[in-house]
């Protein structure tokens, strides 16, 4: 099956498990171990929108936006156009609703795509890609477009390879049909060289490297 398809798929069930880690609306075991497990990506949120600033009168291009958490704060903190891209039509369809909920439709635009796939009329200010890394098998055309689309920074995050996460994570996500990947330090250093960065800042947090790379 295509790359692509199995993803959708994956994510199109997943949508309600996968937000649930930020909305915290499970059990309070559930969030107390996302609280232990998962800290890292709370860190990894925080760590993002730190390397933004300043966010207000500035354009993002949120590529696999997921369920829109990263790109509504983005609005919310008056940045003036986000445009997040996702392969799941639910979970574009999250992200269309909240930013109705919350009035930012005016400054956010949601699209049901692969970002290899869609034309950007214009260049944003900072490309972010949290989370998405884990789901690319070959990352160098995606890390090239993005480094393409921003003229001043992109961010992403890779999970780290070689860490006890990787095993649980890997059987759990084979069982689902959901191939994911790791990284070690210096194929993130290939990467971001193969992709044309000019330079770039990395951070060790918990299980995850945090980019922040510069186009020019």
Known sequence: MNKIVTQKDFWDKEVDNFDSIYSHEKSRV????DKIFRWDMYVRYKYTLENSQPIAGKTFLDVGCGSGRYSLELARRDARKVIGLDVSKNMIEICKKGAAEEGLSDRTLFVQTDLLEYDLEH??????GIGLFDYIKHPLAVLGKMREAATGKV?????????WRVPPRMLRLAIKGCPVY???????????????????????????????????
Do not use: H, M
Not at 198 to 216: H, R, S
């Open 155 to 163: 961010i992403g995050s890779f999970p780290r390879a070689w860490t």
């Open 123 to 128: 260049k944003v200010d900072i490309c972010i």
């Open 182 to 216: 790791f990284y070690t330090k210096s194929k993130v250093d290939e990467l971001l060289n193969q992709a044309g960065f000019k330079g770039y800042e990395l951070a060790k947090i918990g299980q995850l490297y945090c980019v922040t790379a510069f186009p020019d």
């Open 30 to 33: 559930s969030n107390f171990l």
